[in-house]
């Protein structure tokens, strides 16, 4: 009877172990292998970076107004004109602190040696500041070597430890309040002291709840001493008395006031009254920055008073506000919290019906998860992150895999019936293939008649710039053939020297706009032409050119004509009124003395002449564009201009230019132009320049104009306001091109002025 209910339930055990087999051999394989790698410490690192994300997440919060730091930076060892500072100044400097009352002073400066001359002026300051706290380094160098505290301070038991905890990667994630020095003694870090001496006047005093443990109270806030292996940590040492950093995210630093500042009286009323005041280094050259967890660069790490500034405040927070103490699970939860993702990570694995389903589900838990650690942190538990997610995706994947494993053994059986079944959909598709293949063939021989017959030329190459194929028209118009032309290279032989860089980039870029090119044909002649180049979907480009020639032709007989207007224009207006302005300028000039009146007459009609002629100078004028232009590109006009002002002048000028010359619309090269003759007659004029250097740079997206000289320079913001030197004019015809203007600019170091403005 027993051994009937026995077979029962051993069936539906095997059947259970059966359905869930992936499950029950990935999860604790999973689990076991992080474990491994946990208490071997391959995960530590990564888990305090993700420790860091978390501190960067969290909302800032206001500087702690109870603390007030004196710093010494660089401009202040400037004035003293040495460092270290002397005894006599820093007495001065902790006198004139002590002039505004603070409740704890914490100097953040080692001074094991007299500093001459005042030393005997610091001992007396050292012993009449009963609140002033000295610091010492108690844990030995690489060197094996400490730092004393003053012996004045040491005497009267004012004396801190200045040490700092820094994890493999030179972070400071922990913070030392007590540690032993080499007597044996316990001594406080200065963080810690200043916090219990501000803390004690508001009548709270460190309480002991269990000392085996290493648990005290401060306040509102109950301590536990760090463990080797507590949170991501793992065999850490975990000498002293550690707690983990929970250092506030300020908005703003702590209120600073420097040490010149404070010499020279300038401290606002009450700034230290009944505050903590850290005086400590903070220049550059001191080389005393620290990373924590909120650090990305060495340029935004504090300094060291900072982070023990950072100290102080996270214990006033938490003992006086309850601010909450960074906590960790123990060792066999963490175990449990490990095992608990690897078997929801097997089981999302196994009963997922697609990958797709699996890989939603596991990024779905992973939020869940993330959003939970961060929650807690938030509430003040640190729980690992990086085992679990691992145990989750990699116990997803291994027994998804398992399952699609079995899922292929079921599809061998059927995949020859598939075969045979597509076996014959095959012979189906290749007889229908036979006849696309007829009916291609026709379409293109049909395209071919069409592109060798097409009044235009066409070019066929590839990415590379090798040439497939030119047409009948291309070889009638240009003499070349598709054997002539094995690469785009060779096309660029076709060009002039100045636009041969243009039609490579025209023709590789291929975005389908035209551009006009002048080309040499292989018989020796020039034929204009327009060409627009297109990339195909198989990733050959096609470029489409015209005989534009007869239009260049009818374009220059057109601005000839236009020409001829002007001049007879011109002839007929202008030439005519300064005539009648001579005429009546020497009737003025003989009946001056006699007869004023009839003078006047003539003057006033000289005026209207004046103005008339002006007025049509100007309307003639008005649209034309520059010789320079007209007869060339902007690098040649820019050349002509510096070639004449090299005839005028001693100052060595330089012309050059960069890139692949391609044409930027006419009002561009125009404002452009007009801007570089600006810039050079500056530099002349006003420079006193020995050298002046013009680059031209054809940019990928857009197109520089720098104009540099060696002269005497000026203040950029100066001349900006006065608008001098010619700067209006330049950016008035900036803003008109949508361009942008860059001077650089010091007095006796020279003057850079860069016009930058896009391609398009």
Request: charged share 20%.
């Amino acid at each position: 009877m027993l051994s009937d209910r026995v077979y029962p339930m051993w069936t539906i055990l095997k059947q259970f172990i059966w359905r869930w087999r992936g499950v029950l051999v990935t999860a604790p394989s999973i689990a076991g292998g992080l474990l491994i790698l946990r208490f071997a410490g391959a995960l530590q690192l990564m888990e305090l970076v993700a420790l860091d994300q978390m501190f960067r997440l969290r909302h800032f919060e206001p500087a702690d107004p109870r603390i007030v730091l004196v710093t010494v930076d660089e401009s202040d060892i400037k004035q003293l004109g040495r460092w270290p500072m002397s005894d006599a100044v820093l007495a001065q400097l902790i006198s004139s602190i002590k002039q505004q009352q603070p409740r704890v002073i914490g100097l953040d400066i080692f001074r094991d040696l007299p500093v001459e001359p005042g030393h005997q002026d610091l001992i007396n300051v050292f012993i009449s500041t009963p609140n002033l706290i000295g610091i010492e380094k108690v844990i030995q160098t690489a060197q094996g070597e400490v730092i004393q505290a003053p012996p004045a301070l040491k005497r009267r038991d004012q004396v801190s430890a200045i040490d700092l905890l820094l994890d493999i990667d030179g972070t400071i994630r922990r913070s030392l309040l007590y540690l032993s020095n080499k007597d044996g003694r316990a001594i406080a870090t200065l963080g810690a002291q200043l916090a219990f001496v501000y803390l004690r006047d508001e009548g709270i005093e460190l309480e002991t709840i269990d000392s085996s443990q290493g648990q005290f109270r401060l306040g509102r806030a109950a301590f536990t001493s760090l463990r080797s292996n507590d949170g991501g940590y793992v065999g850490v040492d975990a000498g002293g008395y550690q707690i983990l950093s929970n250092f506030p995210k300020f908005l703003n630093d702590f209120h600073t006031i420097s040490m010149t500042d404070v010499l020279r009286g300038r401290i606002p009323k009450n700034l230290m009254r009944d505050r903590i005041v850290l005086i400590g280094l903070t220049a550059e050259s001191i080389e005393d920055k620290f990373f924590t967890s909120y650090t990305t660069d060495l340029i935004a790490a504090p300094p060291g008073v900072a982070v023990h500034a950072l100290l102080t405040s996270q214990l006033l927070s938490a003992a006086l506000e309850g601010r909450p103490l960074l906590s960790v699970w123990s060792e066999p939860i963490e175990w449990l919290w490990i095992i608990f993702w690897s078997a929801i990570g097997a089981i999302i694995g196994w009963i997922s019906r697609s990958p797709r389903q699996a890989a939603f589900r596991v990024v779905l838990l992973a939020i869940v998860l993330l959003g939970s650690a961060y929650g807690l942190f938030l509430a003040g538990w640190w729980i690992i992150i990086i085992p679990s997610l691992l145990a989750l995706t990699t116990s997803a994947i291994t027994s998804s895999s398992y399952l699609l494993w079995d899922n292929l053994k079921e599809y061998a059986r059927t995949l020859e019936q598939r075969v045979e079944e597509r076996t014959l959909k095959l012979e189906q598709e290749i007889a229908e293939r036979k006849q696309a293949e007829e009916t291609l063939s026709q379409q293109k021989q049909l395209l071919q008649a069409i592109v060798e017959h097409i009044p235009v030329m066409i070019t066929l190459y590839d990415a590379e710039g090798e040439i497939e194929f030119v047409n009948h028209q291309f070889e009638q118009t240009l003499g070349w053939s598709t054997a002539d032309l094995h690469h785009i290279d060779l096309i660029a032989e076709c060009c002039f020297n100045s636009e041969q860089q243009q039609i490579l980039d025209h023709m590789l870029a291929a975005t389908g706009t035209w551009s006009d090119l002048k080309i040499r044909t292989k018989d020796e002649r020039v034929v204009n032409t327009a060409w627009a180049n297109i990339r195909l979907p198989n990733g050959m480009n096609v470029g489409i050119g015209q005989d534009i020639s007869d239009r260049k032709r009818a374009e220059a007989a057109s601005i000839l004509e236009e020409r001829n207007r002007m001049a007879r224009e011109i002839h007929d207006t202008l030439a005519q009124a300064f005539t009648g302005i001579l005429l009546h300028v020497g009737a003025a000039t003989e009946i001056m003395t006699r007869k004023t009146e009839a003078a006047q007459a003539h003057l006033e009609t000289v005026d209207e002449l004046a103005r008339t002629g002006l007025a049509e100078a100007r309307r003639s004028v008005a649209a034309l564009r520059p010789k320079l232009l007209e007869e060339g590109d902007l690098f040649s006009a820019l050349k002509h201009l510096v070639n004449q002002m090299k005839s005028s002048t001693k100052t060595q000028i330089t012309c050059q230019i960069m890139g692949g010359v391609y044409a930027l619309p006419p009002d561009v090269e125009n404002n452009l132009l007009r801007i570089g003759q600006e810039a050079l007659t500056n530099a002349i004029k006003y420079a006193q320049a020995t050298e002046i250097w013009v680059e031209l740079v054809y940019e990928e997206t857009q197109c520089l104009l720098r104009v540099k000289d060696d002269g005497q320079g000026f203040e950029v913001d100066q001349v900006y306001l006065t608008k001098g030197f010619g700067l209006l004019g330049m950016s008035e015809r900036v803003d008109q091109i949508g361009a942008e203007l860059i001077i650089h600019s010091q007095p006796d170091q020279g003057t850079e002025i860069i016009v930058v403005v896009n391609r398009e």
